[in-house]
């Protein structure tokens, strides 16, 4: 069993930035793909990036989003830069012990989620 937990939100301006950590425990996850995802009110669950075992990274919009891991720590990073109110939502880290996938319901574990609010 793999174990999350995120941390690093809270409220922000719009134009700032910030980053988001996922720490493992349990195993470690460095032949894992790690995905990070975010959920707005009366949203679905939505892809923001991803990173495989070898660091590979993979998003969903390019730009304000930087993915990154240090698999001696085993934690996963979220760098968000020029926050948007829109941006608004809990982010969530997962895992899965395979290839890096988009869909959510690929993965396995997942942390409690982290609110990030960025006011206007």
């Known amino acids: 069993q793999v174990q999350l937990v995120e941390s690093g939100g809270g409220l922000v301006q719009a134009g700032g930035s910030l980053r988001l950590s996922c720490a493992a425990s349990?195993?470690?996850?460095?032949?894992?793909?790690m995905g990070w995802f975010r959920q707005a009110p009366g949203k679905e669950r939505e892809f923001v990036a991803a990173?495989?075992?070898?660091?590979s990274t993979y998003y969903s919009v390019k730009g304000r989003f930087t993915i990154s891991r240090d698999n001696a720590k085993d934690t996963v990073y979220l760098q968000i830069s020029s926050l948007k109110p829109e941006d608004t939502a809990v982010y969530y880290c997962?895992?899965?012990?395979?290839?890096?996938?988009?869909?959510?319901?690929?993965?396995?574990?997942w942390g409690q989620g982290n609110q990030v609010t960025v006011s206007s």
């Open positions: 997962a895992a899965r012990e395979a290839v890096v996938a988009r869909a959510a319901s690929s993965y396995d574990y």
């Open positions: 349990g195993r470690t996850i460095s032949r894992y793909a």
């Open positions: 990173i495989s075992w070898s660091s």
